[in-house]
């Protein structure tokens, strides 16, 4: 089984979007089960401008006030997930959208102050629990997961999708992650792409400045994922492969 976490501007370049589908639906077509799990920043970005609410990003997450939440949860579980269902549907692909709340499919604690600062109504992936994805593979449905996730005290956390997407590759016992999004892969300090690296390397770059913004919880939730048994990691289009030491 393959998860696939669509992101960055992936989700807004409606040619490169199409193009990224077409893949998964032939991959699906041919009896590949796969689970997609998306972001959608850039979609609530601009939902936020139109709202007048201030972005605010610390150690590449939103964080997330009662204000954005709403914001996050309509623009996640609404526009970017039916969208994605619907040009599934167009390709012929029996797709549903869930969110990670669904069924419990993600479990999340309020992630803790990040140097000081509070991010809010931000999770930190718990668990995943993976009944409801596999009901949906059963029965010849895609799934297409959101990543906002169950609270404590039946609250919703907007939590990071890189990381949503390694706990249910974990939780679905996925032999392989990859993550599509707007770079080639992980850079290296000269701004090269690194084409394959393994654990300690990984955790070597996260103890430096090299890796920063969005990379870092991409490459933190890809250390999770091989820690848990997931044997095959990319991060972008043919870019950097994640190995075990």
């Not at 394959?196 to 913004?213: C, I, K, Q």
Request: aromatic share 0%.
């Amino acid at each position: 089984m393959r998860v696939i976490k669509l992101g960055g501007s992936l989700l807004e370049d409606a040619a490169r979007r199409a193009d990224v589908l077409r893949g998964i639906a032939k991959a699906w077509k041919r009896g590949e089960p796969l689970v997609l799990v998306h972001g959608g920043g850039k979609h609530i970005d601009a939902h936020l401008q139109r709202l007048g609410i201030p972005k605010k990003m610390h150690a590449g997450l939103r964080v997330t006030d009662d204000a954005t939440l709403q914001v996050v949860i309509a623009v996640l579980g609404g526009i970017v997930n039916k969208m994605l269902v619907a040009e599934l549907a167009k390709l012929n692909v029996k797709a549903a959208g869930i969110s990670g709340n669904d069924g419990g499919t993600l479990m999340a604690d309020r992630h803790p102050h990040i140097n000081g600062v509070d991010l809010g109504n931000v999770g930190r992936v718990r668990s995943s629990d993976p009944t409801l994805i596999r009901a949906m593979l059963s029965a010849g449905i895609l799934p297409v997961v959101s990543s906002v996730a169950a609270g404590p005290r039946g609250t919703l956390l907007n939590v990071n999708a890189d990381s949503a997407a390694a706990a249910i590759a974990a939780g679905v016992g996925a032999s392989s992650l990859v993550f599509l999004t707007d770079v080639a892969g992980l850079l290296d300090g000269k701004g090269a792409v690194v084409p394959s690296l393994d654990a300690d390397d990984a955790r070597a770059l996260l103890a430096t400045d090299v890796v920063s913004g969005g990379m870092r919880p991409k490459l933190e939730a890809a250390l999770l994922a091989l820690a848990s048994g997931v044997t095959s990691i990319r991060i972008g289009e043919g870019g950097t492969s994640l190995v075990a030491a």
